[in-house]
């Protein structure tokens, strides 16, 4: 396992359509998160998985972004009727929780990204 | 609205000085505070983290200092180098929640 991996690279779509991007943690993590950066700007956080549960997601969501792990494993973020604000890069990143209790602190293990652009 | 404000946006450096960068938050409720590291067309990488009952932590050229009643923390790179060159973000967890802030980010350039 060479790190966290994220199909496509690149997509180019037309406003109205939907895109589906993939991302696959380290093996071992059950955190997987889902952030948002522009040019020039650093990550937004979108949602944040523990296995298959999504526990957390941002107010900066509209209804149009869905995020899914059903099996705890890989994810998938999905934006339909997308938009030109979309153009963006989407940057899924994990890390793993100890079953230590104390096992707070963990570090985030980002993927090369999916850049998006909405014509 | 939680804010984490970055300073400066672009930093020029010569080899072998230091470079520093400063990270100031408005809210309180963060436990941890990593700086990452990004170069072009690829995603963020943990550089150095520092919680917020130390002061200060090195790790090799790199040191965290941490003023918490200031509400700031800064990232200092001693000897810079070329392959320094990169953009920085601070990045503080909201306290509670895996949900990371990421300031603005620095564009730091180190002449050879």
């Known amino acids: 396992d060479t790190g966290v991996s994220q199909d496509p690279r690149h997509k180019i779509t037309k406003r109205g359509q939907n895109v589906t991007f993939r991302c696959d943690p380290i093996s071992e993590h059950n955190r997987l998160y889902w952030y948002r950066q522009t040019l020039g700007q650093g990550p937004e956080f979108l949602t944040y998985f523990q296995n298959e549960a999504q526990l957390e997601k941002s107010r900066l969501l509209s209804d149009r972004f869905s995020a899914e792990r059903p099996k705890g494993s890989f994810s998938t973020l999905e934006i339909q009727r997308t938009e030109q604000g979309d153009s963006a890069m989407y940057l899924c990143?994990?890390?793993?929780?100890?079953?230590?209790?104390?096992?707070?602190?963990?570090?985030?293990?980002f993927g090369p990204g999916t850049r998006l652009t909405v014509l | 609205q939680q804010q984490v404000k970055q300073s400066p946006q672009s930093l020029i450096v010569q080899k072998g000085g230091i470079s520093i960068i400063n990270c100031a938050y408005e809210n309180t409720a963060f436990d941890y505070f990593p700086w990452y590291q990004q170069f072009p067309g690829k995603g963020p990488a943990l550089l150095i983290a520092i919680r917020p009952d130390v002061s200060e932590k090195k790790e090799g050229r790199f040191t965290i200092s941490f003023n918490k009643s200031a509400k700031q923390f800064s990232l200092h790179i001693m000897d810079s180098q070329p392959g320094d060159s990169a953009t920085y973000f601070c990045a503080p967890k909201t306290s509670g929640t895996y949900k990371y802030i990421f300031g603005t980010g620095t564009r730091l350039k180190v002449l050879a």
């Open positions: 990143a994990s890390s793993y929780r100890g079953t230590s209790g104390t096992d707070f602190y963990n570090e985030q293990f």
